[in-house]
């Protein structure tokens, strides 16, 4: 008895042909081997053929979809082994499909320690699905690295696992596209080394990896005086210079060290110090030697010169924000000691930055809280000694800090825009406080105000003084306005006009500090000023002859006084210099042989008393 399958069209009782399977089995004779008949048993196998050609058609279009995809598409065996890789690996990654069946991805990994690739392998052990896990692959066509991205779930023949199914994407452009973008976020155009943020993150790092007996120097290094480089032969060649100087860091730098530059004329070393200080010298110098030989700029020898400040981990701080900070205040400290040099930071100068943070934070409150206060140092008329005036000079009683010395405050006022408000108030006391006491004690003085060059630059100064003496209806020829040698010459040409009004008023003008400035006496006679007040330093230096310094002020005196110009000499601390003084002619002088400046109730005491001191002296 055999049996054939037979596939045919009928049509139904609907008149719709349908398909049905015959089965057909003839009859034979087993004695005979006649053929006796056949049985047919038919039946409508319409459902399952439409099942199975839909299987072909899909199985067809998924094949022409992974063909035509850009990606590709992937299978393995429960080992992790390649069963299957579609055509697309060979299209984008010159990797044939024979190559990869039958080994595992780590084994065809570029690099095995990729995270992408050790959270695929920890997803595929816990056999959980993954999508877009990136990892590294190597192109043997290019002899590159390219990168790829994977998807996968784990596929199952009923509950028994039997391998991975998924797709590979090609992302090598946007890899290399976000790793330009993070490249020019992280470094700095001009010189390609890392900037600020790319430092704080490294330097985080390190820190983090350094264990209790590690050191590390964080150096901050600014050149000094670029801004002239940039100012006289322009900032392409400003740019070459810095490029230049990046270079010499570098290559002077181990490979494990960071050089970073934080911008404009500044830049960071980090290094691991074995030695700890002792080693961040000898880096120091290595840094200051290679910047040391002369850079050629426009056919000129420019020659580089830096402050470098250093911080020490972890004994000037832990964290990444502490020895940055740390390292650019030694830095500054090393530029006010005179530049080219470097220094390490200390406990003291944290203190000294933080009171300074203190007194720019409350400055601008400092007026309206009455918190100022103005001292009078007495001036005397040498020939007779008799007070004649004073000087006045200002306080800031500080809630925090106590008393704070003008030399710690106006140059920030001046910085911050304060000066014209805090110079207008001590003009108006000053002047209130003399008019009062002329009439207390029926005594002509002089006031000495000093002036700030922002003062006269910022217009306000001819109203000020005007309301000043307008309230206390102090007599003009009993005010004195005081500026300092270097900051008349910085302004001539621009405060002459002042000057002359100033003067027009009926005040007089008095030339500060002299001395320390470079100027000679020349411009003094074209400007309508009538004192000259020689510096402190300059009174009390010591002389090497015994002479030399006694012959200039003689001779300072002298000519002075031929351009009729009163002179007083300030800081006069002994007797044995009032003498000569007296003895060449100075006409004015105070100094702490006298009395030092005084809160003003004590200068009101000490007028009143003068004549008795006059006595003792
Ligand atoms: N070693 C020594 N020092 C003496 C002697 N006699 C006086 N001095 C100090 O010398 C300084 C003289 O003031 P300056 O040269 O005008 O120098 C002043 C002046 O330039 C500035 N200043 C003070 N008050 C004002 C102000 O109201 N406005 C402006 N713009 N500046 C002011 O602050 C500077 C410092 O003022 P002070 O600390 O009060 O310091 C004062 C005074 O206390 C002495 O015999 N020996």
Redesign the pocket.
Known sequence: MSSRLLEFRVRNKEGHYIWVGANIRVLIDPLTGEKLGSVVVSRDIQAQRDAREELIRSEARFRSLTNLSSDWFWETDEQGRFTYVSDGLYRLFGIRPEEVIGRTRTERAADRTEPGLLEYLAKVERREPFRDLPYSVFVPEKGTIGCAALSGEPIYDGNRFIGYRGVGRDITDSMQAQKRLQDLANHDALTGLPNRAHLSERLRTLLDNCGSDDRVAVLFIDLDRFKEVNDTLGHARGDELLSEVAQRLRQSIAASDIVARLGGDEFVVVSQCINGAQSAMQLVEKLRYALDAPIELAAHEVFVRSSIGISMFPQDGRSEEDLLQHADIAMYRAKEEGRNGYRFYTEEMGIQVRERMTIDNSLHRALERNEFELYY?PKFDLSSLRVVGM????RWNHPQLGRV???DF?PMAEERGF?SEI?KW?LEEACRFTARLMAAQGQELKVS????ARQVQEGLLIRHVVEALERSALTPGSLEL?L?ETAMIANLAASADVFTELKSLGVSLAV??FGTGYSGLAYLGQLPFDVLKLD?SFINQKEKNGLGNRKIIRAFIRMAQSLNLSVVA????TSEILSFLREVGCNEA???LFSR?LPADEFETFIATHEARLLVL
Do not use: H
């Not at 000087?391 to 200002?394: G, K, Q, S, T, V």
């Not at 300030?570 to 601390?573: I, L, M, N, S, W």
């Open positions: 140092q000087e006045a000079l200002i010395s003008p030399l106006i000066i110079g001590v105000v000093n002036l700030s005081e300092t500060d500090d402190r300030e800081g006069v601390e105070q100094g702490y400046p």
